[in-house]
């Protein structure tokens, strides 16, 4: 990642003019970046492209390395929970991300597949194949892989039509009061900093179910399921109701009550599905890491 810093001088100088400048890349390809929340005016993401500079301003524009046009095949360690000719069932590791990306070219999840399984389908793109969902970088668990298209195209369909089941563990801030609920509010992009989601008027729909599973010390252990898989569904949701992650960096405290390191304690600990080709319902669960257990632990004796 290059970053580049300046001071607006010109009064009303157009924003992706003066980005593109200053990062020596085009007016166009400011604007991608703008829409990607790597240009920042006094520290806020600005995503319009017209907007009118002051001078004393302070510009930064983020320039992610660019990634390779094909994932290649890594030899990292991956545990494969189940895999027969059409699907497997992976456990993906809190710190890594999914698939190749900027600021991510390699050390993914994908990069393991390629060395580990003996084919991918090739519907989600080079940089993408098998890849039918996602979890984020810091949340562990099951992933579905689709190693041909007819099971990429028969796992999408189910996830569109819901019917996919995924059940997460995760660690909230706060003792809920209630021993379950719903929360049914739609996530769009967040309208300052595109880096985030929110929820938002005229945003898809999000629906998150949960259950308490075990009252701690200042935290409880909840199960959530998806209905729907936004970004950060479960992240956002669990904030908006007061009961942030634990270890969220993005949508916790500022100030957290307990040091978690590492990233937010999620898990998605359960998937289901029918099999592509045999019809049959298949269901995997997969204990969390031990990060996740040791935290749960010492909040259960207090800390």
């Known amino acids: 990642m290059s970053r580049y810093e300046g001071v607006a001088s010109v009064e009303g100088q157009r924003l992706d003019v003066f980005a593109a400048e200053l990062a020596g890349v085009t007016r166009s390809r400011a604007g991608s970046l703008m829409k990607d929340g790597c240009v920042t005016v006094d520290g806020t993401a600005q995503t ?16 992610p390395e660019p990634v390779p046009a094909k994932a290649q095949a890594e030899d990292i360690e991956l545990r494969v929970v189940y895999q027969d000719q059409d699907v497997a069932v992976v456990f993906k590791p809190s710190g890594m991300v999914v698939h190749p990306a900027a600021g ?3 050390g993914t999840l994908v990069n393991a597949l390629l060395r580990h399984l003996d084919n991918l389908s090739g519907i989600g793109g080079e940089l993408r194949p098998g890849i039918v969902h996602r979890i984020d970088k810091d949340t562990s668990g099951l992933l579905l892989v689709a190693k041909n298209d007819m099971a990429h195209l028969s796992l999408s369909e189910q996830i569109r039509a819901h019917t996919v089941h995924r059940a997460y563990k995760a660690v909230v801030i706060g003792n809920m009061k209630e021993d379950a609920g719903t929360v049914d509010a739609p996530i769009g992009r967040h309208p300052t900093d595109r880096k985030r989601m929110a929820i938002v008027p005229g945003g898809r729909e999000a629906v998150t179910h949960w259950r308490v599973l075990e009252r701690l010390k200042g935290a409880t252990l909840i199960e959530c ?23 969220d960096p993005m949508y916790g405290p500022k100030k957290s009550p307990y040091p978690v390191a590492g990233g937010q304690l999620l898990h998605a600990y359960r998937v289901g599905f029918e099999h592509p080709r045999t019809g049959e319902t298949l269901i995997f669960e997969a204990e969390p890491e031990e990060r996740f257990t040791r935290w749960v632990e010492k909040l259960r004796g207090g800390v």
């Open 48 to 63: 319009k492209a017209g907007f009118k500079l002051k001078p004393g301003m302070a510009v930064a524009v983020e320039v």
């Open 104 to 106: 991510n070219p390699s």
């Open 225 to 247: 399921r998806l209905t729907t898989g936004r970004t950060h569904q479960i992240r956002v949701h669990m904030a908006s109701i007061g009961h942030p992650v634990l270890g």
